[in-house]
């Protein structure tokens, strides 16, 4: 969420930032809202003032044996004033809320204005493999290979669901456990969250309420209250963690990774050039997480990068870095850069890891603060988050990229110690 203060002082400016990823935005009915809410609050105030006042005279009217009657009247009289107009300040403050919450994050001034077109690629790792033979898409290649069973999968879940078996089974679980072993080595620590979460959860991420329909809801058992849902992403967890409390200054950065599947609603459209693992409803991911103080998420933003780009790197797959535009940048983010990796069968790139910088938009929305040492008052953590990877595109970039004109694939360095072999084969 925003800072009202900062719109409230600098409009235009917020106004700007925002139509690099809006086509228009208006703050007069806001800013309206909140002198009125001002307001009120100060004539609340005067009024309670003045009720405590004029109630401290009621003990010295009693000891002076007067009837404290139109004391009392004029007390309840000013009571039922401020229960007024506190009720019209609730009201005020929920218009205030319903179109807070449907503001994005404000790109950072680096971000250019845009859609997906004016994205900026910045690095690129390898080449583009190519092949003197007529190569093969990774659907068909796992599937001749025995590592994945799409029609029992869609037997099993439905669409968008996909069955994982023998050495395709090892080299999903060598994928995670490669990546658990680098993020230990970096020093970050193993989350392992709950899979059903709460709609808070999803407040704080910035998911809710615009994204509420594209989880999976769980019903509640009879009785049961409050709204649950399948995490679409260990993200949707991990920013969660320090809701509602402050943290002393010396107790950041915190640096955690977590292992889930996760599970979307929307799985692609099914088109050709999507099928098979590229999208689906239920995925395996290692998601990294740093909260920082403000002054350290840029340095915190450039390490997560790093990280996601030197695990494609140890897998020697040709991938690509690119800087997304701010129409192109997630909902509750201020800054993010894709890593892309390379899918022959479709001549594109396809992202690996969004590794992106909330600054203190997930912060606000869920009360997150740390207390400098020495200061009195609090401030807003930065969130910052980043796939540290997600599997269900990797497998098909391994298999494309390495393939063999046996129709056989070679396993990456990295993986075969838990895989056991150095080429997948017939």
Not at 100 to 118: F, I, S
Not at 147 to 161: A, C, S
């Amino acid at each position: 969420m925003l800072d009202i203060k900062l719109i409230r002082e600098n409009p235009e400016k917020v106004k700007q930032a925002l139509l690099k990823r809006m086509s228009d935005i208006d703050f007069s009915e806001l800013l309206a809202w909140d002198a009125k809410r001002i307001s009120l609050r100060q004539e609340s105030d005067a009024l309670k003032a003045k009720r405590s006042e004029e109630s401290s005279q009621i003990p010295v009217l009693k000891k002076a044996g007067q009837s404290t009657d139109e004391l009392m009247a004029r007390m309840k009289e000013l009571s039922d004033k401020v229960t007024a107009i506190d009720a019209e300040v609730v009201q005020i403050e929920k218009q205030m809320d319903d179109f807070m919450v449907g503001l994005p994050n404000l790109p950072l001034d680096d971000v250019v204005a845009g859609d997906k077109e004016n994205n900026e690629v910045i690095k690129t790792f390898g080449e583009k493999p190519n092949f003197s033979f007529k190569a093969k898409d990774h659907v068909e290649l796992v599937t001749s290979l025995g590592l994945i069973d799409y029609e029992r999968g869609v037997k099993l879940g439905g669409n968008g669901f996909w069955l994982y078996k023998g050495k395709g089974a090892l080299m999903e679980w060598a994928l995670l456990n490669y990546f658990v072993e680098e993020h230990l080595k970096d020093g970050y620590e193993l989350i392992l969250p709950p899979h059903l979460l709460n709609y808070e959860c999803g407040y704080t991420a910035g998911q809710f309420p615009k994204f509420i329909n594209d989880v999976f809801h769980i019903k509640n058992a009879e009785g049961e209250k409050g709204m649950r849902f399948l995490l679409p992403t260990a993200e949707t967890a991990l920013c969660n963690i320090f809701r509602d409390e402050i943290l002393a200054e010396n107790e950041l950065p915190k640096k955690y990774f977590a292992y889930t599947p996760c599970y979307r609603k929307e799985a692609g459209s099914y088109r050709t050039e999507e099928r098979g693992m590229i999208r689906g409803h239920q995925f395996n991911k290692i998601e990294m997480f740093q909260y920082t103080r403000p002054e350290a998420s840029e340095a915190a933003h450039q390490e997560l990068l790093g990280k996601a780009a030197r695990l494609v790197e140890g897998l020697g797959l040709h991938h690509r870095i690119s800087k997304l535009s701010a129409g192109d940048t997630s909902y509750g983010m201020a800054k993010t850069y894709d890593v892309e990796v390379w899918i022959p069968s479709m001549n594109d790139y396809k992202e690996l890891s969004s590794v992106s910088n909330g600054t203190d938009y997930q912060a606000r929305r869920g009360n997150m603060r740390f207390k400098r040492d020495g200061a009195k008052k609090t401030e807003f953590m930065h969130t910052l988050n980043a796939s540290g990877l997600a599997t269900s595109r990797i497998i098909p970039a391994i298999c494309e990229q390495f393939q063999q004109e046996d129709g056989s694939v070679i396993v990456p360095q990295v993986l075969r110690k838990w895989v056991g072999v150095e080429r997948l084969s017939k």
